[in-house]
């Protein structure tokens, strides 16, 4: 069986794909131990060595990394915006041997074995293996498709 379907790599799937993958990523939390750290050290470079600069600089970084945190959202969609293979479209294709992903800029192939769990997330499926998480929106699946990718995927 081949299943074939194609979609646009704009901001609203951009936007989509970050939203339904971030539960699922290493990204969910901050980085409690590093803004402790720089925290600690910066008040220990302010009072404890009497350098001024250095626990500024360094609780200014913890700073920042609050910042990043709060603003990961708008930060990952726009450079994914602005990368090459955003606005083309992607050609999707399940097959027997897994999951061949195609645009103008970028070819690769996923292959069944290689996904060791399928989530299904409200808007789309999620698909984790050792190189990391793909994720297929169900606005373009069918439920044949949804079906063939479950039924491949846990064998």
């Known amino acids: 069986m081949v299943f ?10 951009f ?6 993958s971030l539960p699922y990523s290493k990204r969910a939390q901050p ?12 008040l220990f470079g302010i009072y404890g060595l009497g350098d001024h600069y250095l626990g500024t600089f ?16 708008p930060w990952w969609v726009t450079r994914q915006m ?19 992903s195609s645009n103008h800029y970028k070819n690769y192939q996923l292959a069944w074995h290689d996904i060791n769990e399928v989530i299904t997330t409200d808007c789309g499926l999620l698909l984790k293996s050792k190189s990391g998480m793909q ?16 039924k491949k995927a846990t064998q």
Not at 4 to 13: A, F, Q, S
Not at 15 to 20: A, I, L, N, P, V
Not at 58 to 73: D, S, T
Not at 135 to 150: P, V
């Open 58 to 73: 360094l609780l200014m970084l913890a700073l920042l990394e609050c910042i990043a945190f709060y603003y990961r959202r």
């Open 31 to 42: 980085k409690y131990f590093l803004l402790a750290l720089l925290v600690a050290l910066g």
């Open 82 to 100: 602005l990368s090459r293979a955003s606005g083309s479209e992607v050609t999707l294709t399940f097959n027997e041997d897994g999951i061949k």
């Open 4 to 13: 074939t379907t194609t979609y646009k790599l704009d901001k609203p799937y």
């Open 135 to 150: 994720y297929i929106s169900k606005a373009i699946l069918n439920e044949e498709t949804i079906d063939f990718i479950n």
């Open 15 to 20: 936007y989509e794909c970050f939203d339904q």
